[in-house]
């Protein structure tokens, strides 16, 4: 059999077994040992009357529904609040990512810009070094840009960057950087990369350019020609 020593742990069993008091001598919670060293909290109510003790304990069933029902709403606030946190979070870092990325682009034509070139020719040129691959770096120049400017106005010399640094990004690996270092001046940095591979990227992309020179000259002269002028020769 279980001993009142066994079953109940809240009250303290020493103090109710010490009290002379006839009639109820507790009344409230009663914390209960159940099967597996579990714990069943209860209300009820101990008496003494002779020599016995005589223990009423049971649920408040509206306490314990209004209490699961208070707990339910608790744990849904918790998990919207944990929800909200994290699409909070998830939001920062996005928007923490865009802000880097603005601070290393150049606006107008979309490559890296000077900053990003530094911080990429450091890692490169670490990497290099560590694990004694070739690294290869390109500095392109658009030839004629300012006559560009000069003649067809400063719209059209920015469609000649824009197109530059589409083109870069296009021809370029994964692991390419392309930089702008200002005015029509462009970086690029090949990492593991041997000389006669840059050079052979290099030709590639002044071919696509000069295709893309030839197309803005016929577009350009035939609106020269419609005004009565002619644009420089190459």
């Given at each position: 059999p279980v001993s009142l020593w066994q079953l109940l742990s809240r009250p303290d069993v020493s103090e109710l077994l010490a009290s002379?008091?006839?009639?109820?001598?507790?009344n409230g919670l009663l914390s209960i040992n159940g099967a597996g060293d579990s714990m069943v909290t209860l209300t009820g109510s101990l008496h003494r009357s002779a020599d016995r003790l005589c223990l009423?304990?049971?649920?408040?069933?509206?306490?314990?529904?209004?209490?699961?029902?208070?707990?339910?709403?608790?744990?849904?606030?918790?998990?919207?609040?944990y929800r909200a946190l994290a699409n909070s979070k998830h939001a920062l870092e996005l928007r923490e990512a865009d802000i880097l990325k603005l601070s290393l682009t150049d606006a107008l034509t979309g490559v890296g810009n000077r900053r990003m070139l530094?911080?990429?020719?450091?890692?490169?040129?670490?990497?290099?070094?560590?694990?004694?691959?070739?690294?290869?770096l390109l500095i392109l120049d658009i030839d004629h840009f300012k006559r560009v400017?000069?003649?067809?106005?400063?719209?059209?010399?920015?469609?000649?960057?824009?197109?530059?640094?589409?083109?870069?990004?296009?021809?370029?690996?994964?692991?390419?950087?392309?930089?702008?270092?200002?005015?029509?001046?462009?970086?690029?940095?090949?990492?593991?990369?041997?000389?006669?591979?840059?050079?052979?990227?290099?030709?590639?992309?002044?071919?696509?350019?000069?295709?893309?020179d030839s197309s803005m000259r016929c577009a350009s002269s035939g609106r020269g020609r419609s005004r009565g002028s002619r644009p420089p020769a190459a």
């Amino acid at each position: 059999p279980v001993s009142l020593w066994q079953l109940l742990s809240r009250p303290d069993v020493s103090e109710l077994l010490a009290s002379t008091t006839r009639g109820c001598i507790y009344n409230g919670l009663l914390s209960i040992n159940g099967a597996g060293d579990s714990m069943v909290t209860l209300t009820g109510s101990l008496h003494r009357s002779a020599d016995r003790l005589c223990l009423w304990a049971g649920f408040d069933m509206n306490e314990f529904e209004t209490l699961s029902t208070s707990l339910l709403a608790l744990n849904d606030e918790v998990n919207d609040a944990y929800r909200a946190l994290a699409n909070s979070k998830h939001a920062l870092e996005l928007r923490e990512a865009d802000i880097l990325k603005l601070s290393l682009t150049d606006a107008l034509t979309g490559v890296g810009n000077r900053r990003m070139l530094n911080e990429a020719l450091l890692k490169e040129v670490e990497r290099a070094a560590r694990y004694g691959d070739p690294l290869s770096l390109l500095i392109l120049d658009i030839d004629h840009f300012k006559r560009v400017n000069d003649t067809w106005g400063h719209e059209s010399g920015d469609r000649v960057l824009k197109e530059t640094g589409a083109t870069l990004l296009r021809l370029l690996r994964p692991s390419d950087t392309a930089t702008r270092m200002g005015g029509e001046e462009f970086v690029v940095l090949l990492p593991a990369t041997a000389l006669d591979d840059a050079m052979c990227y290099a030709e590639r992309f002044r071919g696509v350019m000069v295709e893309f020179d030839s197309s803005m000259r016929c577009a350009s002269s035939g609106r020269g020609r419609s005004r009565g002028s002619r644009p420089p020769a190459a």
